[in-house]
Protein backbone atom coordinates (compact mmCIF):
# COMPACT_ATOMS: atom_id res chain seq x y z
CA UNK A 1 0.00 0.00 0.00
CA UNK A 2 2.71 2.33 1.10
CA UNK A 3 4.42 1.69 -2.70
CA UNK A 4 1.42 2.19 -4.29
CA UNK A 5 0.71 5.63 -2.79
CA UNK A 6 4.42 6.53 -3.39
CA UNK A 7 4.09 5.98 -6.79
CA UNK A 8 0.93 7.38 -7.90
CA UNK A 9 2.87 10.44 -5.55
CA UNK A 10 6.01 10.32 -7.95
CA UNK A 11 3.36 10.48 -11.11
CA UNK A 12 1.76 13.52 -9.50
CA UNK A 13 4.83 15.21 -9.03
CA UNK A 14 6.16 14.43 -12.74
CA UNK A 15 2.84 16.35 -14.00
CA UNK A 16 3.40 19.52 -11.42
CA UNK A 17 6.98 19.63 -12.31
CA UNK A 18 7.16 22.46 -14.97
CA UNK A 19 5.40 24.96 -12.27
CA UNK A 20 9.24 24.26 -9.92
CA UNK A 21 11.09 27.91 -9.71
CA UNK A 22 14.54 27.15 -11.07
CA UNK A 23 17.69 28.77 -9.50
CA UNK A 24 16.49 27.74 -5.70
CA UNK A 25 19.54 26.59 -3.22
CA UNK A 26 18.95 23.31 -2.92
CA UNK A 27 21.09 21.51 -0.04
CA UNK A 28 22.61 19.16 2.00
CA UNK A 29 23.54 19.29 5.78
CA UNK A 30 26.61 17.81 5.09
CA UNK A 31 27.64 15.76 8.40
CA UNK A 32 30.81 16.12 9.51
CA UNK A 33 32.50 12.86 10.06
CA UNK A 34 35.82 11.62 11.62
CA UNK A 35 37.55 10.94 8.29
CA UNK A 36 38.79 13.38 5.15
CA UNK A 37 35.52 13.11 2.07
CA UNK A 38 36.53 11.87 -1.30
CA UNK A 39 34.53 11.78 -4.71
CA UNK A 40 32.93 8.58 -3.75
CA UNK A 41 31.14 10.35 -0.32
CA UNK A 42 30.47 13.40 -2.68
CA UNK A 43 28.76 11.54 -5.82
CA UNK A 44 25.23 10.77 -3.85
CA UNK A 45 25.20 14.24 -3.01
CA UNK A 46 25.85 14.93 -7.20
CA UNK A 47 22.97 12.46 -7.78
CA UNK A 48 20.34 13.87 -5.62
CA UNK A 49 20.60 16.77 -8.13
CA UNK A 50 21.79 19.22 -5.19
CA UNK A 51 23.82 22.08 -5.67
CA UNK A 52 25.12 23.54 -2.17
CA UNK A 53 26.36 21.82 0.71
CA UNK A 54 26.09 23.69 4.26
CA UNK A 55 29.67 22.47 6.22
CA UNK A 56 29.43 22.17 10.50
CA UNK A 57 32.28 22.78 11.88
CA UNK A 58 31.49 22.34 16.05
CA UNK A 59 32.44 24.81 18.53
CA UNK A 60 31.77 23.00 22.15
CA UNK A 61 30.60 24.58 25.41
CA UNK A 62 30.50 22.33 28.40
CA UNK A 63 26.82 23.57 30.04
CA UNK A 64 24.48 26.49 29.21
CA UNK A 65 26.24 29.42 31.18
CA UNK A 66 29.99 28.39 30.61
CA UNK A 67 31.73 31.35 28.88
CA UNK A 68 34.38 28.96 27.38
CA UNK A 69 34.30 28.02 23.10
CA UNK A 70 36.67 25.18 22.46
CA UNK A 71 37.00 24.45 19.15
CA UNK A 72 39.57 23.01 16.48
CA UNK A 73 41.16 20.49 18.67
CA UNK A 74 42.73 17.18 18.17
CA UNK A 75 39.93 15.52 20.06
CA UNK A 76 37.27 16.82 17.94
CA UNK A 77 36.22 14.56 14.26
CA UNK A 78 37.98 15.67 11.89
CA UNK A 79 35.02 17.29 10.12
CA UNK A 80 34.55 19.15 12.99
CA UNK A 81 37.79 21.39 12.67
CA UNK A 82 38.68 24.32 10.48
CA UNK A 83 41.05 21.73 8.66
CA UNK A 84 38.55 19.23 8.07
CA UNK A 85 35.83 21.95 7.14
CA UNK A 86 38.81 23.24 4.30
CA UNK A 87 38.76 19.88 2.93
CA UNK A 88 35.46 18.88 3.02
CA UNK A 89 33.99 22.00 0.94
CA UNK A 90 37.70 21.81 -1.42
CA UNK A 91 36.28 18.08 -2.18
CA UNK A 92 32.70 19.47 -2.70
CA UNK A 93 33.75 22.49 -5.07
CA UNK A 94 35.22 19.92 -7.56
CA UNK A 95 31.73 18.65 -7.75
CA UNK A 96 30.20 22.03 -8.23
CA UNK A 97 28.48 21.90 -5.40
CA UNK A 98 28.28 25.54 -3.99
CA UNK A 99 28.75 26.35 -0.03
CA UNK A 100 27.25 27.42 3.33
CA UNK A 101 29.37 27.42 6.45
CA UNK A 102 27.85 26.95 9.38
CA UNK A 103 29.93 26.84 12.45
CA UNK A 104 27.87 25.62 15.18
CA UNK A 105 27.81 25.11 19.12
CA UNK A 106 27.20 21.85 20.91
CA UNK A 107 26.69 22.00 24.62
CA UNK A 108 27.74 19.09 26.91
CA UNK A 109 25.01 16.27 26.59
CA UNK A 110 23.10 18.05 23.57
CA UNK A 111 21.56 20.70 25.62
CA UNK A 112 19.66 23.15 23.52
CA UNK A 113 21.30 26.12 22.00
CA UNK A 114 18.44 28.60 22.46
CA UNK A 115 18.83 28.41 26.09
CA UNK A 116 22.47 29.76 26.36
CA UNK A 117 22.70 32.28 29.05
CA UNK A 118 25.99 33.48 31.70
CA UNK A 119 24.73 34.71 35.08
CA UNK A 120 26.74 37.92 35.15
CA UNK A 121 28.31 40.66 33.53
CA UNK A 122 32.00 39.09 33.77
CA UNK A 123 30.43 35.91 31.61
CA UNK A 124 28.57 37.51 29.09
CA UNK A 125 32.12 39.63 28.10
CA UNK A 126 34.24 36.51 28.39
CA UNK A 127 31.38 34.67 26.38
CA UNK A 128 31.62 37.29 23.67
CA UNK A 129 35.06 37.03 23.10
CA UNK A 130 35.15 33.40 23.00
CA UNK A 131 32.41 33.29 20.49
CA UNK A 132 33.70 35.97 18.46
CA UNK A 133 36.79 34.48 18.31
CA UNK A 134 34.98 31.52 17.24
CA UNK A 135 32.86 32.92 14.55
CA UNK A 136 35.76 34.91 13.18
CA UNK A 137 37.70 32.19 12.26
CA UNK A 138 35.81 30.44 9.95
CA UNK A 139 34.52 33.70 8.79
CA UNK A 140 38.37 33.75 7.91
CA UNK A 141 37.97 30.81 6.08
CA UNK A 142 34.73 31.28 3.95
CA UNK A 143 36.32 34.74 2.40
CA UNK A 144 39.91 32.88 1.93
CA UNK A 145 37.72 29.88 -0.05
CA UNK A 146 35.23 32.39 -1.71
CA UNK A 147 32.10 30.67 0.25
CA UNK A 148 28.79 31.45 -0.88
CA UNK A 149 26.63 31.85 2.24
CA UNK A 150 27.91 32.22 6.20
CA UNK A 151 26.01 31.47 8.82
CA UNK A 152 27.00 33.86 11.54
CA UNK A 153 24.90 31.54 14.53
CA UNK A 154 22.01 28.58 14.75
CA UNK A 155 19.74 28.77 17.86
CA UNK A 156 21.37 30.62 20.00
CA UNK A 157 17.66 32.98 20.89
CA UNK A 158 18.38 33.99 24.89
CA UNK A 159 21.63 35.09 23.92
CA UNK A 160 20.72 37.39 21.02
CA UNK A 161 17.98 38.80 23.63
CA UNK A 162 20.28 39.26 26.32
CA UNK A 163 23.00 40.70 24.29
CA UNK A 164 21.46 42.69 20.78
CA UNK A 165 24.70 45.36 21.19
CA UNK A 166 26.83 42.52 20.40
CA UNK A 167 25.31 41.14 17.61
CA UNK A 168 25.08 44.32 15.47
CA UNK A 169 29.17 44.66 16.46
CA UNK A 170 29.79 40.71 15.75
CA UNK A 171 27.79 41.32 12.17
CA UNK A 172 30.16 44.08 11.36
CA UNK A 173 33.12 42.64 12.71
CA UNK A 174 32.24 39.63 10.11
CA UNK A 175 31.50 41.95 6.75
CA UNK A 176 35.04 43.33 7.54
CA UNK A 177 36.43 39.91 6.98
CA UNK A 178 33.73 38.42 5.05
CA UNK A 179 32.31 39.30 1.42
CA UNK A 180 29.56 36.82 0.73
CA UNK A 181 26.12 36.47 1.67
CA UNK A 182 25.22 35.99 5.26
CA UNK A 183 22.31 34.82 7.09
CA UNK A 184 21.71 33.43 10.53
CA UNK A 185 20.21 29.92 11.11
CA UNK A 186 17.20 30.59 13.90
CA UNK A 187 15.01 28.10 15.16
CA UNK A 188 11.39 27.88 13.77
CA UNK A 189 9.64 29.40 17.27
CA UNK A 190 12.66 32.35 17.55
CA UNK A 191 12.84 33.51 13.62
CA UNK A 192 9.82 36.19 14.39
CA UNK A 193 12.20 37.70 17.07
CA UNK A 194 15.15 37.78 15.82
CA UNK A 195 16.09 41.71 15.62
CA UNK A 196 18.63 41.44 13.00
CA UNK A 197 17.33 40.64 9.61
CA UNK A 198 17.92 43.82 7.92
CA UNK A 199 22.08 43.31 8.45
CA UNK A 200 21.81 40.21 6.25
CA UNK A 201 21.23 38.86 2.72
CA UNK A 202 18.71 35.94 4.10
CA UNK A 203 16.04 35.23 6.88
CA UNK A 204 17.59 31.80 7.77
CA UNK A 205 14.74 29.44 9.47
CA UNK A 206 15.42 25.47 10.85
CA UNK A 207 12.13 24.64 9.74
CA UNK A 208 10.86 22.19 12.24
CA UNK A 209 7.58 23.53 11.90
CA UNK A 210 4.43 21.29 13.10
CA UNK A 211 2.03 20.22 10.34
CA UNK A 212 0.20 17.64 11.72
CA UNK A 213 -0.88 15.40 14.83
CA UNK A 214 -1.66 11.91 13.28
CA UNK A 215 0.30 8.97 13.42
CA UNK A 216 0.95 9.17 9.51
CA UNK A 217 0.15 12.40 8.42
CA UNK A 218 -0.94 12.94 5.17
CA UNK A 219 -0.12 14.63 2.35
CA UNK A 220 -3.11 17.04 2.34
CA UNK A 221 -2.92 17.48 6.14
CA UNK A 222 0.60 18.47 5.76
CA UNK A 223 -0.45 20.88 3.39
CA UNK A 224 -2.92 22.39 5.74
CA UNK A 225 -0.39 22.08 8.43
CA UNK A 226 1.07 24.63 6.67
CA UNK A 227 -0.65 27.29 5.63
CA UNK A 228 -0.61 29.51 8.73
CA UNK A 229 3.29 28.83 9.11
CA UNK A 230 3.55 29.83 5.49
CA UNK A 231 1.48 33.04 6.00
CA UNK A 232 3.87 34.04 8.79
CA UNK A 233 6.99 33.52 6.89
CA UNK A 234 5.66 35.42 4.24
CA UNK A 235 4.98 38.10 5.29
CA UNK A 236 8.21 38.58 7.65
CA UNK A 237 10.12 37.99 3.78
CA UNK A 238 7.80 41.29 2.77
CA UNK A 239 8.27 43.44 5.61
CA UNK A 240 12.29 42.97 5.63
CA UNK A 241 12.30 42.71 2.00
CA UNK A 242 14.40 39.46 2.22
CA UNK A 243 14.45 35.82 0.65
CA UNK A 244 13.63 33.25 3.41
CA UNK A 245 16.23 30.67 3.83
CA UNK A 246 15.49 27.48 5.44
CA UNK A 247 18.86 26.49 7.18
CA UNK A 248 17.97 22.97 8.06
CA UNK A 249 14.41 21.38 7.12
CA UNK A 250 13.39 17.79 7.11
CA UNK A 251 11.45 15.06 8.99
CA UNK A 252 12.46 12.07 10.76
CA UNK A 253 10.72 8.57 9.14
CA UNK A 254 8.41 7.59 12.40
CA UNK A 255 5.20 7.88 13.77
CA UNK A 256 4.36 10.99 14.43
CA UNK A 257 6.90 13.19 12.22
CA UNK A 258 4.61 16.42 12.13
CA UNK A 259 4.06 16.38 15.46
CA UNK A 260 6.76 17.40 17.06
CA UNK A 261 9.46 17.57 14.32
CA UNK A 262 12.93 19.14 16.22
CA UNK A 263 12.48 16.11 18.75
CA UNK A 264 15.27 13.43 17.96
CA UNK A 265 14.89 11.09 20.91
CA UNK A 266 16.11 7.54 20.47
CA UNK A 267 13.55 6.15 22.34
CA UNK A 268 11.39 7.43 19.31
CA UNK A 269 12.08 4.30 17.26
CA UNK A 270 8.64 3.29 15.25
CA UNK A 271 10.01 3.38 11.83
CA UNK A 272 7.51 5.18 9.30
CA UNK A 273 8.28 5.93 6.32
CA UNK A 274 5.06 7.30 4.81
CA UNK A 275 5.00 10.32 7.40
CA UNK A 276 8.46 10.75 6.32
CA UNK A 277 7.57 11.27 2.74
CA UNK A 278 3.96 13.05 3.33
CA UNK A 279 5.54 16.00 5.37
CA UNK A 280 8.44 16.04 3.04
CA UNK A 281 6.73 16.81 0.33
CA UNK A 282 3.72 18.57 1.34
CA UNK A 283 6.97 21.21 2.35
CA UNK A 284 8.22 21.12 -1.25
CA UNK A 285 4.32 21.48 -2.40
CA UNK A 286 4.23 24.73 0.12
CA UNK A 287 7.54 26.55 -0.80
CA UNK A 288 9.62 25.31 -3.75
CA UNK A 289 7.39 27.35 -5.85
CA UNK A 290 7.36 30.62 -4.13
CA UNK A 291 10.10 33.35 -5.66
CA UNK A 292 10.31 34.54 -2.01
CA UNK A 293 11.63 31.59 -1.16
CA UNK A 294 15.36 30.88 -1.47
CA UNK A 295 15.76 27.00 -0.77
CA UNK A 296 16.68 25.13 2.04
CA UNK A 297 19.12 22.23 3.42
CA UNK A 298 18.33 18.84 3.90
CA UNK A 299 18.76 17.57 7.81
CA UNK A 300 20.85 15.12 7.51
CA UNK A 301 23.25 14.00 4.79
CA UNK A 302 26.20 11.18 6.18
CA UNK A 303 29.25 11.09 3.69
CA UNK A 304 29.00 7.56 3.78
CA UNK A 305 25.63 7.53 1.67
CA UNK A 306 25.47 3.68 1.18
CA UNK A 307 25.96 2.59 4.61
CA UNK A 308 23.27 5.09 6.48
CA UNK A 309 19.25 5.38 6.60
CA UNK A 310 17.41 2.63 4.84
CA UNK A 311 13.97 1.06 5.30
CA UNK A 312 14.92 -0.07 9.26
CA UNK A 313 16.01 4.19 10.14
CA UNK A 314 13.45 6.02 11.69
CA UNK A 315 16.26 9.45 12.03
CA UNK A 316 16.14 12.30 10.23
CA UNK A 317 18.58 11.32 6.90
CA UNK A 318 16.24 10.87 3.65
CA UNK A 319 19.03 8.63 2.59
CA UNK A 320 18.07 5.22 1.08
CA UNK A 321 14.63 6.19 1.82
CA UNK A 322 11.32 6.96 -0.47
CA UNK A 323 11.98 10.50 0.60
CA UNK A 324 15.51 10.82 -1.04
CA UNK A 325 13.42 9.93 -4.04
CA UNK A 326 11.17 13.12 -3.32
CA UNK A 327 13.78 15.54 -2.70
CA UNK A 328 15.73 14.28 -5.94
CA UNK A 329 12.69 15.35 -8.00
CA UNK A 330 12.38 18.69 -6.78
CA UNK A 331 16.13 19.74 -6.92
CA UNK A 332 16.18 18.14 -10.49
CA UNK A 333 13.16 20.24 -11.45
CA UNK A 334 14.95 23.45 -9.48
CA UNK A 335 18.07 22.88 -11.56
CA UNK A 336 16.77 22.65 -14.93
Given at each position: ?????????????????????????????????????????????????????????????????????????????????????????????????????????????????????????????????????????????????????????????????????????????????????????????????????????????DAYFPVGESKTPSFDECLEGWREHKETIKSLSIIHDKPILFTEYGYRSVDYAGK?????????????????????????????????????????????????????????????????????????????
Amino acid sequence: MVRARFLIFLSILSIQSCKTQSNKINGVSFVASREAVNESHITPVVNLSANYAAIMPFGFMRNLDNPKVIFDTERQWFGETKQGAEQYINELRKQKIKIMLKPQIWVWHGEFTGFIKMENEVDWNAFEVAYTKFILEYARLAQNLKVEIFCIGTELEKFIENRPEYWSYLISEIKAIYKGKLTYAANWDEFKRTPFWSQLDFIGVDAYFPVGESKTPSFDECLEGWREHKETIKSLSIIHDKPILFTEYGYRSVDYAGKLPWVSDIGMNQVNLEAQTNTTSALFETFWNEDWFAGGFIWKWFHNHDDVGGKNDSMFTPQNKPSEKIIKHYYKSGNE
